[in-house]
């Protein structure tokens, strides 16, 4: 069985470009969902999805969007990124009836500049 | 805006003790996830609790959710080093969408 995986590892971008984080779930999960882990912070909810649709959105801005293909996997895409967007970015995937067991990558480790 | 309160934020302890991180809310959860989470990797979950009043152990772990839904708890006995690392809580939403909301999470260091 396949983890979750997420790509790349490190990113390093300046303020105002855009970035896309890649992420594909865990073998047989068909939801995928985004949280933002500030340092010294528990991961902040962006948004979900399920069927290639958003299937909830946490308190980000619409420069935070996604993406889910028909494999399940999944795009994070920030436009006009900002210093705060620095951060821990993880994909989480899990699939019903218990969609909120959620199986977490490793991470893309964003630093805005 | 449903908030879960993690404490204490950080525990040192000597190899062999026992602890408790605590978990708590006014909101209700569908459910309770732990995690563990070493540095700048992604958090591994340790359990999933769903029913009121559920105990679950794992090993040296023990891990309950309160009668209300609102609460949990983690107790490790006999702390060993290699429990050392951040523990994180999260609560099941299911509304639109199925999110997590996370505590801020407890550092734990178990000196030998």
């Known amino acids: 069985e396949t983890g979750v995986t997420q790509s790349p590892t490190h990113l390093i971008k300046t303020r105002g470009q855009q970035v896309t984080l890649r992420c594909s779930s865990q073998?047989?999960?068909?939801?995928v969902s985004w949280y933002q882990q500030a340092l010294g912070q528990g991961p902040q909810f962006i948004f979900q999805?399920?069927?290639?649709?958003?299937?909830g959105r946490g308190n980000f801005p619409p420069r935070f969007s996604g993406l889910q293909f028909p494999n399940y996997s999944s795009e994070l895409n920030v436009n006009a990124l900002e210093l705060d967007d620095s951060a821990l970015y993880l994909c989480?995937?899990?699939?019903?009836?218990?969609?909120?067991?959620?199986?977490f990558g490793p991470g893309t480790r964003l630093t805005v500049l | 805006t449903q908030l879960l309160e993690q404490s204490p934020q950080f525990l040192s302890i000597q190899e062999g003790e026992n602890l408790t991180v605590y978990c708590n809310s006014s909101?209700?959860?569908?459910?309770l996830q732990w995690y563990r989470q070493e540095p700048g990797e992604g958090p591994v979950l340790l359990v999933t609790?769903?029913?009121?009043?559920e105990v679950k152990k794992l090993k040296r772990l023990t891990f309950q959710f309160g009668d209300a839904r609102k609460d949990s708890s983690l107790h490790i006995t006999a702390a060993q080093p290699g429990d050392t690392g951040l523990y994180l809580c999260?609560?099941?939403?299911?509304?639109?969408?199925?999110?997590?909301?996370f505590g801020a999470g407890t550092i734990l260091r178990v000196k030998s």
């Open positions: 989480a995937s899990s699939s019903p009836p218990r969609v909120d067991e959620q199986f």
């Open positions: 073998s047989g999960h068909n939801t």
């Open positions: 999805y399920y069927r290639e649709e958003e299937n």
């Open positions: 909101s209700v959860f569908s459910s």
């Open positions: 609790v769903v029913t009121g009043g």
């Open positions: 999260a609560g099941g939403v299911m509304e639109y969408g199925n999110k997590l909301v």
